[in-house]
């Protein structure tokens, strides 16, 4: 019943995995924010203690001698830990590769640097304001104004967060940078550095799932952290011509 026959699994290797470590605080932040999915943050916190209670009983956590309480500082005391690390998917037969198309400077201007800007617009302008999404305007002359509101905003900044989080296989791919060197791929601190964005990348995401404008504010000093450390090393240097050298 949990299993994800009609959206992301709530029950499994699958869920677990993707909460290992994690309080049951965060798990009942992103319930009472973003549940149900066609009217977000109307349960009442004694509902989403419920709903919680049940997930971990479906999941097989032992049962306490008192019922799930609601307060934070409670639930953070409770994680929710995988029985093992949940399994990469693996493809049947040989694996599918794609070849590389663009220069990793061209990477960062149509991935990182756009999904990033949402975030940081988050600092400013609180998504529960304003538009709530849903809607195309027919009298639009271009097609991103058209549909530019199509999303919530705090849908937005989901997916803004997700595709920072989801970049780590794109940045370790072997292609050039925009000066015609090889990207440093194979280099320890490289993979230091991608692995820093990816983490802040799940960390904005756990934050947008508050649905909280200062959660999300916070998390965009990580993304910044992140991206600085490696511009610090391969891109703010002397001249173009220079970058991605290794130190």
Known sequence: MLEGAAGPPLAGDEFLGAWDTQPVSALFDKIHATMPADAPGTLEPTQVADLIAYIMQANKFSAGPAELAIGADALKQIGLVAAKPAPAIAAGGSTLTF????????VMRGILFPSSNVLFDVQTKDPSAGSKGGTAKGDATTTSTRYGDVYSPW??????????????PVLMQPRRCENGKPAPVDRADWKQYVQGVVEAGRAAYRA????????????????????????????DVSSAATRCTPP
Not at 99 to 106: A, D, K, R, S
Not at 216 to 226: E, K
């Open 99 to 106: 070849p590389v198309t663009g220069t990793l400077n061209q």
């Open 208 to 235: 947008s799932q508050t649905r909280s404008q200062d959660a999300v504010s916070d998390a965009t000093n990580t993304i910044s952290d992140a991206c600085a450390n490696c511009h610090r090393v391969y891109r």
């Open 155 to 168: 849908q937005v900044v989901d997916a803004a967060a997700i595709s920072i989080a989801e970049i780590g």
